[in-house]
């Protein structure tokens, strides 16, 4: 049985990275971890994002996995070069993606929508400085967001109303590029189209960090060339509804435990 790629966030936005990398991948096995329970990590302090981190990592490892994919923006910008001192396995991780924005926008005004956790980096910082040299970045917490995610409450009067009160002040600003900083956002693109004027554009980094993913496989020879039935591992620590219905897919097997 060829070993998994371990997936894991704070909870099940991290599923949006999964369906980029079961796509780009459809050889490997996954086992990914919903840590729900402890949902939102971007309101937590650095060093307990870190120390839930190193929980799920040492579980993933523990099952095996021959790489671990970060699939949350809070957990890769607070604890990812961690990681990848103390354990022995590649780490593929997901940052807000600013630089795409920076090389896309005209208007030269760009909008973050992340967590607490991720826009108060040092990582993010670093990036925002390095790639949007000339380029006004606007930043939003996109407090509240993670926990209707949560709840299954996608398309709520609630989620709309957060959602115009956090975009307006970047629409009066004239940004025409929106960057998804958190992997449970994705499954907002929908709302997020209907209250965005079409000129700005929604930039999400599922899909680069599923090809990151393959090239480093590639690299440490680690890509699964045959495997007529792949394995797909779904493991949370609240109930599997929400994680369920938004995995969606026939192939994913979705049971609860303590982890
Ligand atoms: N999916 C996580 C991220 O990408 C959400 C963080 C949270 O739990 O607050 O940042």
Redo the contacts with the bound molecule.
Sequence with gaps: MPKPIGIF???V??TSIWKEVAKMLPNENTIYLADSAN?????KSKEEILRLSIKNTEYLLSSGCKIIVVA???ATTNAIDYLRLHYDVPFIGIEPAIKPAALQTKTKKVGVL??K??LSSSLFHNTSKLFADGITVLEQEGKGL?ELIEAGEIDSPEMRNLLVTFLNPMLEENIDCLVLG???YPYLIPILKEILPSNVNIIDSGEAVARQTKTVLEQNNLLTKVNDNPEHLFYTNTDVKVLKDLVNDPTAQVSSMDF
């Design positions: 966030d704070s909870g936005g991290g949902a939102p990590y971007g309101e949350c923006n809070t992340a967590t956790g991720t993670v958190c992997t449970h």
